[in-house]
């Protein structure tokens, strides 16, 4: 079956600030209280579709989140206006009005979990949104997420758009961050790995939370209808979660045959790569690229995001290619070990590098921003094209962050009611310039029930 991997990069939100609200991510708790730049960073994550887009590749985009998300704040007894509510909370609650200001529904890795429908029982593409209920900021994301997916994959002939598993610890999943396929092609049968950092209850001993269960991921292999022989659970290694890789995707990547980890990125890693080699047998004979400590410590390729680079099938090119950031060629022995790596004869052949400062600063590389989705050829013209960028969608969207976003966003800038409105009149646009439909966001159909419009 023809297919290509579409990339659907997160629209990074107007509220982009750096709250420092993650627990275990060490670039977000180290930049916590800066000013960022919301313009700025917006335009380096339509760059980076674009450079892809010109490449040949298929680049969705997925809209933001409206913020401040105002449910949040009246479900915990903010009563009033809209402004009114915004005003109390920053006075009293200033925690929560930066966690219902959170941007982070940007880093699409974490939005879902994607099968393709090669793998599923019943041929169709599965998309279960990811709860993230480990961390009190994205755990308002779900039912959003789940509405922009089921606005990008409508055809219920060809997907299958799940809501979030249920919202309780014992499930909590954080989506394609803790996520990988391999495959022989896109369209091929393949190998899903999904990657846990505990078996249920949280692990004691350890300073960061484990973000992703065994049951979560057991839960959306059977919901994809998934064949338990080409489906592996590994265990993410506490030391990697020790060091800050809060994801699966901060220590690990792959596409097509090749898995490109660190030596820490699992624990037992001789039986995890086994279990792949068996779950491949038939289909593909994978290739392992392994980076030892001695290569590049585990603290520089957290720092670096080296492995939170997308690996991609570059058209008209046989060998991978690794789209890193500039982190990672300013690090010097990162920058050493990739010239190593593509002087060889391995999968990987070369590296593109690209500026995303401004999401890496709270702690998301490229890979953070993007979902991975493989559409067969019927998949792909079934999907929302009024979210598929191409040149004139990018101009669109360039000029409308332009008009919308701020350049700077202080902390206390949170507390100002007119980013709100000012959220909500961008919104309303892009709602028109993505086909989203009426009544997308809530606050479009409170107006619309209000009469307001």
């Known amino acids: 079956m023809a297919a290509v991997e579409a990339n659907y990069d997160g629209l990074v939100g107007l509220t982009h600030n750096y709250g420092g609200l993650s627990a275990g991510n060490l670039a977000s708790s180290r930049n916590k209280g800066q000013i960022s730049h919301p313009r700025e960073a917006a335009l380096q994550g339509l760059a980076k579709m674009k450079r892809l887009a010109d490449a040949g590749l298929v680049q969705g985009v997925l809209p933001p989140h409206e913020r401040p998300f105002l ?36 880093w699409a890795a974490n939005a879902a979990t994607v099968s393709p429908s090669a793998d599923t029982a019943d041929g169709r593409l599965h998309v279960s949104a990811a709860n993230l209920v480990t961390m009190l900021h994205r755990s308002i994301e779900g039912a959003q997420t789940a509405r922009s997916l089921r606005a990008a994959f409508p055809d ?31 369209g091929a049968p393949g190998v899903e790995i999904f990657v846990h950092g505990r ?19 057991q839960a959306l292999a059977r919901r994809h209808g998934l064949a338990a022989q080409r489906t592996v659970h590994a265990l993410q290694s506490p030391r990697a979660i020790e060091a800050g890789a809060f994801h699966n995707d901060v220590v690990c990547v792959g596409a097509k045959t090749c898995l490109f980890f660190h030596e820490h990125a699992f624990a037992g890693t001789r039986a995890v790569l086994e279990a792949i080699r068996r779950a491949a047998d038939g289909l593909f004979d994978p290739q392992f690229v392994q980076v030892s400590e001695d290569e590049v410590p585990l603290a520089d390729a957290i720092t670096s995001y080296l492995f939170n680079s997308m690996l991609v099938a570059w058209p008209g090119e046989e060998r991978l290619v690794l789209i890193a950031p500039l982190e990672s060629r300013e690090t010097p022995g990162v920058a050493r070990y990739l010239e190593r790596l593509t002087g060889g004869n391995g999968p990987i052949g070369r590296v593109e590098f690209v500026d995303v400062r401004q999401s890496m600063r709270n702690g998301g590389g490229p890979a953070c921003l993007r979902l991975r989705v493989v559409l067969s050829d019927a998949e792909q013209a079934a999907a929302n094209a009024h979210m598929l960028l191409d040149d004139a969608l990018y101009d669109q969207l360039t000029g409308w962050v332009q008009r919308h976003y701020r350049d700077e966003l202080a902390p206390a800038d949170l507390a100002d009611p007119a980013l709100l409105e000012e959220g909500r009149a961008a919104l309303d646009e892009l709602t028109g310039i993505l086909r989203l439909g009426s009544g997308f966001y809530p606050f479009q159909r409170e107006s619309a029930g209000s009469g307001r419009f």
Do not use: W
Request: hydrophobic share 45%; charged share 15%; net charge negative.
């Open 156 to 186: 219920t002939a060809h997907f299958a758009v799940h809501e979030p598993l249920p919202m309780q610890d014992h499930f909590a999943d954080e989506g394609a961050a803790n996520h990988v396929r391999l495959c022989a092609e896109h």
């Open 71 to 106: 449910p949040l704040l009246r479900a915990a007894g903010f009563g009033g206006t809209d402004a009114q509510v915004i005003e109390q909370c920053a006075s009293t609650a200033p925690g929560l009005l930066r966690a219902a200001s959170s941007a982070a529904a940007m």
């Open 199 to 217: 078996a249920g209850d949280c692990v004691p001993g350890l300073k960061y939370p484990a973000r992703q269960t065994l049951p979560a991921n």
